[in-house]
């Protein structure tokens, strides 16, 4: 095919312009079918040539011509690297604009020279070349030259960017890719493979497997701290479940036939062990973690420089490679005293700013946290917490707070909300990360407590002796050796900065996140009398009704701490009053959580729990006192109100649009029907609840409803540990009540007067008895 094309005799004018076309169309094709050329160099070198002016190749054809004819095994590949070097040329700039986004200029010709670079088998070719010395015969393996591997990475790097599928055929090579973590051991190399792996991972329709990877536990162990920091970017793609959009958008009644169908463990949470089976890793990480810097001079401005440099340097890969370059440039100033004034002059040189050492460290710190995170999230949670308070993760963050991790700057920061992947600065993303920390560290594990110091923990021991109560035995239990040094622990630490945020800072809704994880659980007065003395509960009340914060995840966050922290609490709820002393605060208050019960139903359920527990203890003066004071308390002691709340939480969801986010509703229903049950109000509420569909002119609409939900709530809760352990410790109520109360409801028997179906008449009986069928 390739002869008769190269001896037709050369066209002119517009024939010409066709036979360009003619021959992509031909590569084109070949390449779909298999048939014809196997790559665009098989073209006569002349014909090439001829072709290259007119169709803007720049000659790369020719060089890729080139480049296979030197880089056989057996070749010294000095030629080789010439032509490498000439082609990177070419393609660099292309890259440079596409990182910049100024792809104007790429985008107006047809063929821009990475695409034609692809075209005619340019990185099929560089993968050729790399992966031959494993493909040989030969006893003894020949070693490709390091300048020459590198180089090929970075024009497979540069062809990614620039030419779409590049990455994802890439990807598609499982060969390939295993390779590619073996060039990791070279240290030359590293910073180049750790680029193109991180890329084309990012796009790899199917999780790689960490076990596949030849020698990993030996590769990771040869890597120093910068370079399993590094590999940490790597990592986080495959141990991350795969993004299927925001994780609270996607419905538990898809969640539920997802696990249903898969069963077995993910290739994540495969990778998860995998990686905790490598002797040291969670160790060396930690190390990492809790690294201090030593701040450069200058470094006062370094916040401001951290935002410029940010918006230019991509990824912390490239960040080390300028690095790498800037102490190159230092060595060949101290050898080569003769290109001292053009090292002087360098833009390099003068564009690196001071504080690049901290720029450095904290981008390589968010990349360890968030690994740290995803695995104290996993399955294998307990080893993780095991292994993070033995190496003192904890005290070593508390360490680094006021010098690194929130070095205070009375600085605005638009806000973020709850998508931990947007597009911050790295002072930004490593604070979110660090909060993420905090709050996986913190949420139901006993080993919260390492989160204080000495003097704090026997402040708590105190707090129990005064109130005449058990210490909590997670508190005894804490191994005091492994907890925070210095006057402060890292949660009192986290509650001076929290105060001085402004109203619609990024942070807020984290900080509020991490707080309330550690209240989370089993209620502990102590816990709250330790933060209520701090002026916590003052603060929330501030943000909610006085700061003028818009951000519904910010209030929302507030919401549900001010719930775990006021539950169960009479002094919580005392100091409310004080602050809530006017008509005007408190209808700007029920105005907030009226507002989205979505976001404030887990706050609606502590009001009730708390009233129904105070209303019990009539013998007890200073409770009898606050609940006759208490305006929050009297709002909620008004059945029309709990019934309102009650209507309102049960019409707001359905069992298609139930989410993680918002299941809460469903289960603030229930708390507020299993306490009407204990006082054999059930009849009344569901009567109620009748007598409210009629009155909107939708009879059976509601109580259907409900009966689907609560359909749902076995079919989601009688099979998950956790999440009933959850209900029962956040609401003291017995989960065998909650599942009894659910089947009263749901009683077939339509003279039962605590079913559901005996307030629905027959004519609007409508219960999917499908809906849950996979």
């Not at 295993?178 to 991972?201: P, S, V, Y």
């Not at 918006?311 to 050898?335: I, P, Q, Y």
């Not at 709820?573 to 408190?586: A, H, L, P, Q, S």
Request: glycine content about 4%; overall charge negative.
């Amino acid at each position: 095919m390739a002869t008769p094309l190269g001896s037709e005799s050369p066209c002119k004018g517009v024939r010409r312009k066709s036979r360009n076309g003619n021959i992509i169309t031909n590569i084109k094709q070949s390449q779909i079918t298999g048939h014809g050329f196997s790559r665009g160099t098989q073209l006569p070198e002349a014909l090439l040539q001829e072709r290259d002016k007119q169709a803007k190749w720049h000659g790369i054809p020719v060089l890729l011509q080139h480049l296979y004819e030197s880089s056989h095994l057996s070749s010294d590949f000095t030629h080789t690297r010439s032509v490498l070097k000439e082609l990177s040329s070419l393609l660099s700039m292309e890259a440079m604009s596409f990182v910049t986004e100024d792809r104007k200029t790429v985008q107006e010709s047809s063929f821009p020279n990475t695409y034609t670079f692809d075209l005619f088998g340019g990185v099929d070719l560089l993968v050729e070349i790399l992966m031959r010395p494993t493909l040989t015969t030969l006893k003894k393996k020949p070693k490709m030259n390091d300048d020459l591997v590198k180089d090929c990475l970075s024009v497979l790097y540069n062809c990614c960017i620039c030419t779409e599928g590049v990455t994802k055929s890439l990807a598609g090579r499982d060969d390939f890719v295993l390779f590619l973590f073996t060039l990791m051991t070279n240290r030359k190399t590293f910073l180049q493979t750790a680029t193109l792996i991180e890329d084309i991972l990012g796009v790899k329709k199917e999780m790689i497997q960490l076990e596949n990877i030849p020698k990993l536990c030996n590769l990771v162990q040869s890597f120093d701290q910068q370079q399993l920091a590094n590999f940490c970017r790597i990592l986080s793609v495959t141990i991350s479940e795969p993004d299927l959009g925001n994780d609270d958008k996607h419905t538990l009644l898809a969640k539920n036939a997802l696990q249903k169908r898969n069963a077995n463990p993910s290739r994540a949470e495969l990778n998860q062990v995998t990686l905790l089976n490598i002797p040291g890793f969670i160790e060396r990480l930690c190390k990492l973690a809790t690294r201090k810097v030593s701040e450069a001079p200058g470094a006062s401005s370094f916040l401001q420089e951290l935002e410029d440099w940010y918006s230019w340097l991509d990824n912390v890969v490239v960040l080390d490679a300028f690095m790498l370059m800037a102490t190159d440039e230092a060595e060949l100033s101290s050898t080569e005293s003769s290109d001292e004034g053009s090292l002087a002059t360098s833009p390099l040189r003068h564009r690196l700013p001071q504080s690049m050492k901290t720029v450095h460290e904290i981008m390589y710190k968010v990349e360890v946290l968030y690994v740290l995170c995803v695995l104290l999230m996993g399955r294998q949670r307990n080893m993780v917490h095991k292994m993070l308070a033995e190496f003192r993760l904890i005290p070593g963050l508390n360490n680094l707070f006021d010098k690194l991790i929130w070095k205070y700057t009375p600085t605005n920061h638009v806000v973020h909300g709850q998508n931990e992947n947007c597009d911050c600065s790295p002072e930004i993303s490593f604070k979110i990360q660090f909060l993420r920390l905090l709050q996986s560290f913190s949420d139901h594990h006993e080993n919260k407590y390492l989160l204080l110091n000495i003097q704090e923990l026997n402040e708590l021991s105190a707090i129990s002796l005064k109130a005449n109560i058990p210490e909590v035995e997670a508190l005894v239990n804490t191994d005091r050796s492994l907890v925070c040094d210095g006057k402060k622990g890292l949660l009192t630490r986290l509650l001076t900065v929290m105060k001085r945020e402004p109203p619609d800072s990024s942070f807020r809704f984290w900080q509020a996140r991490a707080v309330e994880s550690f209240l989370r659980g089993a209620t502990s007065y102590a816990d709250q009398m330790f933060l209520l003395k701090r002026g916590l509960l003052e603060h929330i009340l501030f943000c909610i009704i006085d700061s003028g914060c818009k951000s519904r995840d910010v209030l929302q966050s507030y919401f549900d701490l001010l719930g775990e922290l006021m539950k169960f609490n009479i002094d919580a709820f005392k100091r409310f009053n004080n602050y809530v002393n006017t008509e005007e605060k408190f209808q700007m208050f029920l105005t907030q959580i009226n507002s989205s019960l979505v976001d404030s139903n887990m706050l609606v359920r502590c009001i009730v729990l708390s009233l129904d527990r105070f209303e019990s203890q009539t013998g007890d003066v200073k409770v009898m006192e606050v609940l006759s004071e208490c305006s929050l308390l009297s709002y909620m002691a008004r059945v029309e109100n709990r019934l309102s709340f009650l209507f309102r939480l049960v019409n707001i969801i359905n069992v298609q649009t139930l989410t993680q986010e918002n299941v809460s509703c469903l289960n603030t229903s229930l708390v507020v029907l299993m306490l009407a049950r204990r006082r054999t109000k059930l009849p009344f509420y569901l009567n109620a609840l009748r007598e409210k569909e009629y009155a909107e002119k939708y009879p059976g609409c509601l109580l259907n409803n409900f009966h689907n939900l609560l359909r749902f709530w076995q079919h989601h809760y009688l099979n998950k540990d956790k999440d009933s352990t959850c209900l029962e410790n956040s609401s003291c109520i017995p989960f065998s009540f909650w599942k009894e109360t659910v089947c009263m409801l749901l009683e077939q028997d339509r003279t039962s007067p605590c079913a559901i179906a005996s307030y629905i008449d027959e004519p609007y009986m409508d219960l999917d008895q499908d809906l849950l069928e996979d």
